[in-house]
């Protein structure tokens, strides 16, 4: 591969790098506005508003490079939509796609649990115990948070997560798999718009 095929990949090292950076922004950026703050929905399952602002800012900042160095150290626009399609992504998992409801799930029936629902009798016994964060101090830190000094109380949630990464790992394959059978239709056929992807 020569150097402008290189320069001219929509993936190349560069965009995937700065990529990242923008899905970790999102990732941090995103459940701190949803659930700590209570603040406006930045990034919910299918809403994009966080990536639309980044790409607006990176797509700013690119028209800036290139005016000042020219067009080898820019985004082109297949470029842009890599950056796109990643935040577009990084906006559902860390929210209501995934993060924001597993992690209660994996709580609240220790939280929850009181003599007048009765679930400590009627539902925990038949829960694993590696599928939910079975520490009562853990699992209260969650919904109160720690005290100062404390910190997360990370030995009690490795095993729950690493229990549902298999799920969420196959759900996402099985979507992918969707995809790329219906590809041909939507794409070829019906010549469907995608509006999330019009702006970039």
């Known amino acids: 591969m020569t150097a ?15 990529g990242a950076l923008l899905c970790l922004l999102i990732a941090v950026g995103a459940p701190y506005s949803n659930v700590y703050l209570q603040g406006s929905l930045l990034a ?25 160095v020219g067009r080898r150290f820019s985004f082109s626009s297949q470029q842009l939509t890599v950056l796109y399609a990643m935040m577009a992504v990084a906006c559902a998992i860390p929210t209501m796609g995934l993060m924001e409801y597993l992690l209660p799930s994996t709580t609240a029936l220790e939280y929850y649990a009181s003599p007048e629902n009765d679930w400590r009798e009627a539902i925990l016994p038949y829960v ?27 030995e009690a949630w490795i095993m729950p997560l690493l229990a549902w990464i298999p799920l969420i790992l196959g759900i996402y ?12 239709q939507w794409i070829v056929r019906e010549r469907l718009a995608f509006p ?4 970039p």
């Not at 402008?4 to 700065?18: C, E, G, K, N, Y």
């Not at 990536?51 to 000042?68: D, H, K, P, S, Y």
């Not at 999330?196 to 702006?199: G, H, R």
């Open 128 to 154: 694993q115990p590696w599928l939910v964060v079975s520490d009562p101090l853990a699992v209260k830190y969650f919904y109160e948070g720690s005290p100062r000094g404390i910190g997360i109380s990370w």
């Open 173 to 184: 394959f099985s979507m992918i798999c969707l995809i790329v059978m219906l590809r041909k």
């Open 44 to 68: 919910v399952d299918f809403g994009t508003a966080a990536a639309l602002f980044l790409l607006f800012l990176v797509v700013w900042i690119n028209t800036g490079v290139t005016a000042l």
């Open 196 to 199: 999330l992807v019009q702006v």
């Open 4 to 18: 402008d095929a290189d320069q001219s990949s929509p993936f190349r090292a560069s965009t995937l790098i700065v």
